[in-house]
């Protein structure tokens, strides 16, 4: 996709409209106060929010949760699960008819859960036009034939993130400042060799495509000028010289080893786990995880955040989630009525400041965001999101997408792992993989 004006691009027609709010940063703490609940009567009774988080999360859904009850009546219990057990536990509790109200799920899971019908119509809970506040693409993404079946809450991406001591022990003096000067591939590989040389006691460099997270080795496809499947959705597209580029690329990383050997892609081995160690030099990672690294890393060492390589072409994942409300819930109204206060403009934002990830909704996009931590690294992650291609944001929301972030994790371990593994082998599961998920 080429580059666009940042405004241009979240507000123009269709999918692409999945990006982010891109209003100035300020260095304000960005406390704030939940907004107060719309004035259409009091409610009763207690609803559950199933959700995972990081301690910054957990913390801003409980205080949005608190402010709902003061100005509703209603209860709301926030239940926090690991990230890598939510998808498990939910299923589980779907299947045995014992279902949360509400859960939080990422924009690529939604439309499996809706098509085997989790998912509770919400047509006639948040009225005509409510989805006019959203950015087009992500509301599209929350919708069933047109109904809709939850909330957009809020967007991600990934960019890279580095440290600045290992840099400057490797003579790495500058880094890119702009998407146009955003490295090359030849020029990564460049700095993870000089980084490597330095003999900084840690890796060069990890991904973040661990699990869930898969689908992120996209963003390196689409950067080759490759897709996963074609227009219409129906069909792989990955048996093109593109997308072997990515592979051939991909794998030289661990080949080189410049890559993380055990940061692999099936298991939980997650790089912003690892990097506060500085046993790796830069890690691809969400801005949502600027938090919970900066306190880990405290006063350890300096670091910054800097845009993803390029290719052919500039590219970068849709990450982010939304509220669902289950078919399951006994009360559906309170349900739904809590699932719109979390995205009122004055929550939203609220819970992206306090988060460190990135607003959907059209009427924040000229807004000043005061995030509460570094806010002095979220311009880049903005800007990064304006790379997403139409076509990737198209693909990550088609209702077989979890099992094509499967297909992922079943193959790639092997191929990055083993030197001796052909690309034809590997396109050829993958092909395999995805189209059995899509005739699923």
């Given at each position: 996709?080429?580059?666009?004006s940042?405004?241009?691009?979240?507000?123009?027609?269709g999918?692409?409209?999945?990006?982010?709010?891109?209003?100035?940063?300020?260095?304000?703490?960005g406390?704030?106060?939940?907004?107060?609940?719309?004035?259409?009567?009091?409610?009763?009774?207690t609803?559950?929010?199933?959700?995972?988080?990081?301690d910054?999360?957990?913390?801003?859904?409980k205080?949005?949760?608190?402010?709902?009850?003061?100005?509703?009546g209603?209860?709301?219990?926030?239940?926090?699960?690991p990230?890598?057990?939510?998808?498990?536990?939910?299923?589980?509790?779907?299947?045995?008819?014992?279902?949360?109200?509400?859960?939080r799920?990422?924009?690529?899971?939604?439309?499996?859960?809706?098509?085997?019908?989790?998912?509770?119509?919400?047509?006639?809970?948040?009225?005509?036009?409510?989805?006019?506040?959203?950015?087009?693409?992500?509301?599209?993404?929350?919708?069933?034939?047109?109904?809709?079946?939850g909330?957009?809450?809020?967007?991600?991406?990934?960019?890279?993130?580095?440290?600045?001591?290992?840099?400057?022990?490797?003579?790495?003096?500058?880094?890119?400042?702009?998407?146009?000067?955003?490295?090359?591939?030849?020029?990564?590989?460049?700095?993870?060799?000089?980084?490597?040389?330095?003999d900084?006691?840690?890796?060069?460099?990890a991904?973040?495509y661990?699990?869930y997270?898969?689908?992120?080795?996209?963003?390196?496809?689409?950067?080759?000028?490759?897709?996963?499947?074609?227009?219409?959705?129906?069909t792989?597209?990955?048996?093109?010289?593109?997308?072997?580029?990515?592979?051939?690329?991909?794998?030289?990383?661990?080949?080189?080893?410049?890559?993380?050997?055990?940061?692999?892609?099936?298991?939980?081995?997650?790089?912003?786990?690892?990097?506060?160690t500085?046993k790796?030099?830069?890690?691809?990672?969400?801005?949502?995880?600027?938090?919970?690294?900066?306190?880990?890393?405290?006063?350890?060492?300096?670091?910054?955040?800097?845009?993803?390589?390029?290719?052919?072409?500039?590219?970068?994942?849709?990450?982010?989630?939304?509220?669902?409300?289950t078919?399951?819930?006994?009360?559906?109204?309170?349900a739904?009525?809590?699932?719109?206060?979390?995205?009122?403009?004055?929550?939203?934002?609220?819970?992206?400041?306090?988060?460190?990830?990135?607003?959907?909704?059209?009427d924040?996009?000229?807004?000043?965001?005061?995030?509460?931590?570094?806010?002095?690294?979220?311009?880049?992650?903005?800007?990064?999101?304006?790379?997403?291609?139409?076509a990737?944001?198209?693909?990550?929301?088609?209702?077989?997408?979890?099992?094509?972030n499967?297909?992922?994790?079943?193959?790639?371990?092997?191929?990055?792992?083993?030197?001796?593994?052909?690309?034809?082998?590997?396109?050829?599961?993958?092909?395999?993989?995805?189209?059995?998920?899509?005739?699923?």
């Amino acid at each position: 996709m080429t580059a666009l004006s940042r405004r241009s691009f979240l507000m123009g027609a269709g999918l692409t409209g999945a990006a982010v709010a891109t209003g100035a940063c300020s260095s304000d703490s960005g406390t704030g106060s939940p907004a107060s609940a719309p004035s259409t009567g009091p409610l009763t009774g207690t609803v559950s929010l199933t959700t995972w988080g990081s301690d910054q999360e957990i913390a801003t859904f409980k205080k949005i949760a608190a402010a709902f009850t003061a100005a509703r009546g209603a209860s709301v219990k926030v239940e926090v699960l690991p990230y890598d057990q939510i998808r498990t536990v939910v299923d589980r509790r779907l299947q045995a008819k014992q279902a949360p109200d509400l859960f939080r799920v990422s924009y690529t899971d939604v439309s499996g859960y809706a098509q085997n019908g989790a998912l509770a119509d919400l047509t006639d809970y948040l009225g005509k036009g409510f989805g006019d506040a959203f950015f087009p693409g992500l509301w599209n993404a929350v919708t069933l034939d047109g109904a809709p079946v939850g909330v957009p809450h809020h967007t991600d991406t990934s960019a890279l993130v580095y440290n600045k001591a290992h840099f400057a022990k490797a003579g790495i003096t500058s880094v890119p400042t702009t998407l146009e000067t955003a490295w090359t591939w030849d020029e990564l590989v460049e700095v993870l060799q000089r980084l490597k040389a330095a003999d900084t006691g840690a890796a060069p460099f990890a991904f973040n495509y661990q699990l869930y997270g898969a689908y992120r080795w996209f963003n390196t496809l689409f950067q080759a000028g490759g897709t996963v499947l074609d227009g219409g959705q129906k069909t792989p597209t990955l048996d093109t010289d593109q997308a072997k580029a990515a592979l051939t690329w991909t794998q030289s990383l661990y080949t080189k080893k410049l890559h993380a050997e055990s940061v692999l892609v099936k298991r939980p081995t997650y790089p912003d786990e690892i990097f506060p160690t500085q046993k790796i030099s830069m890690i691809q990672a969400g801005d949502f995880l600027i938090p919970s690294l900066q306190t880990a890393i405290g006063k350890k060492f300096d670091w910054g955040v800097t845009y993803l390589p390029r290719n052919v072409a500039a590219a970068t994942d849709l990450g982010g989630n939304a509220i669902v409300v289950t078919d399951q819930s006994k009360n559906k109204a309170v349900a739904a009525e809590f699932a719109k206060f979390l995205v009122t403009a004055e929550n939203m934002k609220l819970f992206c400041e306090q988060t460190t990830v990135l607003p959907v909704r059209k009427d924040l996009v000229d807004k000043t965001l005061s995030y509460a931590t570094r806010p002095d690294l979220m311009p880049v992650f903005q800007k990064q999101a304006t790379t997403m291609p139409d076509a990737l944001v198209k693909t990550s929301t088609v209702a077989a997408f979890p099992g094509i972030n499967q297909a992922l994790v079943d193959t790639m371990d092997q191929f990055l792992s083993n030197p001796s593994a052909g690309v034809d082998s590997v396109v050829s599961s993958l092909t395999a993989g995805i189209d059995k998920a899509l005739k699923v």
